[in-house]
């Protein structure tokens, strides 16, 4: 039914009304909120003063848990208490910074006698930095008596402040927050050897002259993507939990089988090499798996999804063009399809198809030597091919060889039958037979698409 003029003039004023309230709410209390809240942040009066490079000690007390971290000679952060392992050197220098960068918004006590008043005889949060010649001690109380405000103190300091309550969440940290995730400590861009060990193969790779090579068990080219994602994965591979050294850990060990994979890395820097062992280890019915590096170093658990760049397949890891040619080498190309053969050689004064004098469109020979070039293998087979004529490779459906000068092949790509919307396929790389899409068939072209067409006359008048 629709509305009477009247019904609508009705809504149409509680709209308007509703509208006016919310512009109102806006203006009187959200706005000002939010710049009192900027003001107060930007006048806020910093609680201490000091260079973090300066702090020797952390010493970090809550109402359930101590921890303590020291920096050893080599400036690297370690936790000595409540157990001694490795610091996660970015999660220290953050809880640093977060205490240096603490201010104030307003002294609630000029001389706080009872301390208890505000949480502070036994503080949420009570945080030392021991320098060489002072120690920097905050401590964190109850919430304060405007939203968003906490109670704190500096040791030495009468007052009794408020600070923004983030600081809170900021500053209460746990074991595992500062203990070192980081299973290998590598960097990625050094690493110039990779060695897989398999239950049933060992794949080596080596990096030479800024290219990533097969040492064993093939030769050629490695899939450069493939390896900078794996030593990148190596270098980012954090734990989730840990078993740490003793019975429980002697335990988990006696249940292991043989690692699913063991990886070694060798780094080399100004001469020097050194080398980093992981062996990864299944973990049934989990989505993750564990790995166990040196003696005394704890069992990792660590994501599943880690195991996607370390596959046994050798494809995974190589390079996945099916030609390597030197394209200026090139000077000429037979083609045979199942409806036309035909050649075409470079002259001087350009391409040329065989049989042909009209001249050849140079750009669309250009095109057929990139896509070549550009080729690589979709995926491999499912299962080593044993027999070539079975998937139209002997004779091959299609041929496409490049030659030099004097005739001599420099390459030959063979493209075979159909698979789900895939071709059988090999080149002159180590790839042997795979699977390489179809759509590379549209970049072969006919004889007539290579010939110049000629402009038509123009007729005078």
């Known amino acids: 039914m629709a509305l009477k003029p009247r019904s609508r003039f009705t809504a149409t004023i509680l709209m308007a009304a509703a509208l006016f309230l919310l512009v109102v709410y806006l203006v009187v209390v959200e706005i000002p909120q939010q710049e009192k809240t900027e003001r107060a942040e930007q006048t806020a009066e910093q609680l201490f003063n000091f260079k973090s490079s300066d702090i020797e000690t952390i010493e ?34 953050s ?25 502070l005889d036994h503080p949420h949060v009570d945080i030392t930095l021991t320098l060489p010649d002072h120690a920097e001690r ?46 290998l400590p590598i960097e990625h861009e ?65 249940g292991f089988k ?3 994979v063991t990886v070694t890395t ?51 890891y190589q390079d996945k063009h099916l030609v390597s040619v030197q394209r200026d080498a090139v000077k000429g190309i037979d083609i045979h399809t199942p409806t036309e053969q035909y050649t075409l050689s470079s002259k001087d004064n350009g391409w040329m198809l065989e049989g042909e004098t009209q001249p050849v469109n140079p750009d669309r020979v250009k095109r057929l030597l990139e896509q070549i070039e550009k080729l690589k293998a979709f995926q491999a087979t499912e299962k080593p091919v044993k027999n070539p004529a079975a998937v139209g490779l002997k004779p091959a459906m299609i041929e496409i060889r490049l030659t030099d000068q004097t005739r001599k092949a420099l390459a030959t790509l063979q493209l075979g039958s159909e698979l789900k919307g895939m071709l059988y396929a090999r080149g002159n790389t180590p790839l042997g037979i795979v699977l390489v899409n179809k759509d590379f068939l549209d970049e072969i072209p006919k004889k007539s698409e290579l010939l110049k067409k000629e402009a038509p006359a123009v007729i005078p008048r």
């Open 266 to 316: 060798r780094e080399s820097d100004n001469g020097a090499q050194k080398s980093k062992t992981a062996r990864f280890y299944d973990d049934p019915g989990k989505d993750s798996i564990y790995v166990t590096t040196d003696p005394d170093k704890p069992i990792y658990r660590v994501a599943k999804t880690h195991m996607d760049e370390l596959k046994p397949e050798l494809f995974h």
């Open 95 to 119: 809880l640093i910074s977060t205490v240096g960068d603490v201010r104030f918004t307003r002294v609630v006590e000029e001389q706080a006698a009872h301390l208890s008043e505000f949480g």
């Open 258 to 260: 043989k690692p699913i």
């Open 60 to 93: 970090l007390r809550y109402p359930a848990s101590e921890i303590e971290l020291r920096k050893s000679q080599d400036g690297k952060w370690q936790m000595t208490k409540p157990l001694k392992t490795e610091a996660d050197q970015r999660e220290v220098q």
């Open 138 to 183: 905050l401590l964190l109380g109850d919430d304060g008596p405007m939203p968003g405000t906490l109670y704190a103190r500096k040791d030495g300091d009468p007052r009794v402040v408020l600070v923004q309550q983030w600081i809170k969440g900021s500053l209460t940290r746990t074991v595992f927050d500062f203990r070192t995730k980081m299973v």
């Open 190 to 254: 050094k690493v110039d050897q990779v060695q897989l060990e398999f239950p049933k193969k060992i794949i080596r790779l080596d990096k030479q002259d800024g290219r990533w090579l097969f040492g064993n068990p093939v030769e050629g080219l490695a899939d450069e993507a493939a390896l900078t994602s794996l030593t990148l994965m190596l270098q980012n591979l954090n734990a989730t939990t840990f078993i740490d050294p003793g019975p429980d850990r002697d335990k988990t060990i006696e």
